[in-house]
């Protein structure tokens, strides 16, 4: 399968068609294949340069005869950036048409969270656990909070509905909602459940991130078309059409690939960190400059104060002693004289 959707593929201009063998089934998606999935001990290349020379280039075959009529209504593939072992969460990616070259600049980011009750509360990438007998139900791969949301709508249709949503990641040994009844079942528990009350997911404590910036260009060029069109019909036999001749329309094989590069704009990446806006130093730093500011007070100020206070208890104190002992003074000279 991998041969019939990949015609060419190059990473740092070595040739990795070898490496795009991962593929898997996500419901609306059908096939899926990863590159640099880094599973079943896969080698993981590295990005050492930035620009488009040094990314990740691939041709691939679209195969428009295989589209099945009235779900078959756009041509191209999806493409998500995201990072080893996450669950893809194909909603978040990009389309890339058929007859067309498309770039993709790609940064990276990352998001450090504060863990705790008065911060986000973020988990630092426990499996998600229910409860109950179904410990089946868990987040494969890397903790994500797209992850954690699917396994807890699996887990709640398979307790109400006896299978699992077609549309969404399966569970080894489960059974997916075929019939309509059981489809019906799915499809409302997913459109009815509230996250918060139904699902206890945490942001994770640490994420990471790409942002990308796609560009278009007409592929292939007038000059490299014939070449081109030679090539694929010597390399692919698949390109013969149900007549058993081969497809001689130069637009139709046009609208059979996509041409796709992605490489990073630059190697630097920026981390975003969750601080707290006021921790216990800086609400008594606070306070003690809203005193000096609206009322001219200081730390030397207060220790003035506290020495006037001493001064007055230590002035006092020094009365009351010596008043009672000229009390007793006199107390002892009237005892004298009687």
């Not at 020379?53 to 041709?59: D, F, I, K, R, V």
């Not at 863990?115 to 987040?139: A, M």
């Amino acid at each position: 399968m991998t041969s019939q959707i990949c015609c060419k593929g190059a990473f740092n201009n070595e040739f990795v068609i070898q490496q795009i063998s991962t593929s898997s089934l996500m419901g609306s998606m059908a096939n899926c294949f990863t590159f640099n999935s880094g599973l079943n001990g896969s080698l993981t290349p590295k990005s050492l340069v930035a620009g488009p020379l040094y990314g990740l280039s691939m041709t691939l075959f679209v195969n428009q005869k295989q589209y099945i009529p009235g779900l078959g209504n756009q041509a191209g593939i999806r493409v998500l950036v995201h990072r080893q072992g996450e669950l893809p969460n194909m909603d978040k990616g990009f389309n890339v048409p058929p007859g067309l070259r498309s770039s993709v600049a790609l940064s990276y980011y990352e998001i450090e969270r504060l863990k705790g009750e008065y911060y986000s509360n973020c988990t630092s990438g426990v499996e998600f656990t229910p409860h109950g007998n179904f410990s089946d139900f868990v987040i494969p791969g890397t903790y994500s909070l797209q992850g954690c949301y699917e396994m807890c709508i699996q887990l709640l249709t398979y307790k109400r509905c006896g299978c699992l949503n077609s549309l969404l990641t399966p569970v080894a040994g489960y059974n997916i909602c075929m019939a309509e009844s059981a489809g019906i079942c799915a499809a409302s528990v997913q459109f009815n459940m509230v996250y918060k009350e139904d699902c206890s997911c945490q942001l994770p404590c640490k994420e990471a991130k790409y942002r990308s910036t796609v560009s278009f260009s007409d592929w292939p060029s007038a000059v490299y078309e014939p070449s081109w069109t030679s090539y694929m019909k010597d390399r692919l036999s698949i390109l013969i059409d149900d007549s058993g001749q081969n497809i001689s329309s130069d637009h139709s094989i046009k609208n059979e690939f996509v041409d796709i590069n992605i490489y990073f704009d630059s190697l630097e990446h920026h981390v975003f960190t969750e601080r707290a806006a006021m921790t216990f130093e800086d609400l008594v730093g606070s306070i003690g400059g809203h005193l000096g500011l609206w009322i001219g007070m200081s730390v030397i100020s207060f220790l003035e104060i506290f020495e006037l206070i001493a001064g007055l208890f230590s002035v006092c104190g020094k009365f009351v002693y010596k008043k009672k002992k000229d009390k007793t003074i006199e107390k002892k000279a009237e005892s004298e004289e009687d």
